[in-house]
């Protein structure tokens, strides 16, 4: 009986807990907007700078997340610049590719791309947490002209010993019972406000969504990233790494940081997979410092393109 009365209401508490932050960002002075961007359509939050900051800040969130996941971030970053942040494909209020029940990562960074000619109109300081960074790192690959500079918080698509080493991941993320739920909360928090456990049916519900096990199950390793891809990197980079995270593979952290040694890296002690969420200020003071080093870095040769008059006040 418990079980039964149990399960609908902790389903329902991650809906309702995307309502509040959705209502907590509008309170903060975020307007939502969709667009129509590499033929999907797109919703992303927009935030105007605070001051005289003009580096625009692109937040992209991770696997079977969502943008609202930068509620307690995104109004600290004003100070930066204009600040978006964007449901990928397939997630949040965002749509997917026509034909489609996912988004591969091509798919992502392509919506990325359109983002930022379409819509910010300049090179864009990237922030990306696991799968977004990922796609961050893609994008700045793909198109460094667009991308001023990385923030990767705990970033996912290393190729490590292929898709062997994910094999534990992916087949933990199908979140098969209840004891799986509670061990990914641990994975991913450390140690999770009780409110995430009472969410648990609600986060299966989610894992369970054709844009994480359609994406999962066409996995390429060839869309991972290689040793030979972050070395090409010709953007400046900055990592976050919570020390407590055990939801990616251990030797990511490892991998990423051998083949980006010049990076600026910040470790966050009891901290798991979402340091967006778990520690905040810390975040946003470090993204904070990096984008001042990248404006420092990139005076002497300015090459940013005038503000669009959309990057002022976006079109819904």
């Known amino acids: 009986m418990l079980g039964r009365l149990f399960t609908p209401l902790s389903t329902a508490a991650v809906p309702l807990i995307y309502g509040l932050s959705h209502r907590a960002l509008h309170r903060l002075g975020a307007t939502s907007h969709e667009r129509r961007l590499a033929g999907i359509r797109a919703h992303y939050y927009f935030m105007p700078a605070r001051g005289e900051g003009r580096l625009p800040v692109l937040l992209l969130h991770g696997i079977a997340d969502r943008a609202q996941t930068w509620s307690f971030v995104m109004p600290r970053l004003t100070a930066i610049g204009p600040v978006y942040a964007l449901d990928l494909a397939g997630f949040g209020l965002s749509g997917f590719p026509p034909g489609q029940r996912y988004a591969t990562i091509d798919q992502q960074v392509a919506l990325v791309q359109a983002m930022i000619r379409?819509?910010?109109?300049?090179?864009?300081?990237?922030?990306?947490?696991?799968?977004?960074?990922?796609?961050?790192?893609?994008?700045?690959?793909?198109?460094?002209?667009?991308?001023?500079g990385l923030v990767l918080l705990a970033p996912g698509g290393a190729i490590l010993r292929g898709r062997e080493s994910w094999e534990p991941f992916l087949q933990t993320i199908e979140l098969p019972d209840g004891r799986t739920v509670r061990k990914v909360l641990r994975q991913m928090y450390g140690r999770p406000p009780l409110p995430l456990y009472l969410a648990g049916e609600g986060l299966r519900a989610i894992f369970r969504r054709d844009p994480v096990t359609q994406?999962?199950?066409?996995?390429?390793?060839?869309?991972?990233?290689?040793?030979?891809?972050?070395?090409?990197?010709?953007?400046?980079?900055?990592?976050?790494?919570?020390?407590?995270?055990?939801?990616?593979?251990?030797?990511?952290?490892?991998?990423f940081c051998a083949?980006?040694?010049?990076?600026?890296?910040?470790?966050?002690?009891?901290?798991?997979?979402?340091?967006?969420q778990q520690r905040p200020r810390e975040v946003a003071a470090f993204i904070r410092d990096f984008a001042r080093e990248v404006v420092t870095a990139s005076t002497a040769s300015p090459s940013a393109a005038p503000a669009t008059a959309e990057q002022r006040q976006p079109a819904s």
């Open 259 to 276: 083949n980006l040694p010049k990076a600026r890296v910040l470790r966050l002690p009891k901290c798991g997979h979402m340091p967006q």
């Open 118 to 148: 379409e819509v910010i109109g300049r090179p864009t300081l990237i922030v990306g947490n696991s799968m977004g960074g990922w796609i961050a790192v893609r994008v700045a690959l793909a198109s460094p002209e667009l991308v001023a």
């Open 215 to 255: 994406f999962v199950a066409s996995l390429d390793e060839h869309a991972l990233l290689h040793e030979d891809d972050l070395r090409a990197l010709r953007v400046p980079v900055a990592m976050i790494w919570g020390e407590a995270d055990y939801f990616i593979p251990r030797e990511s952290r490892d991998f």
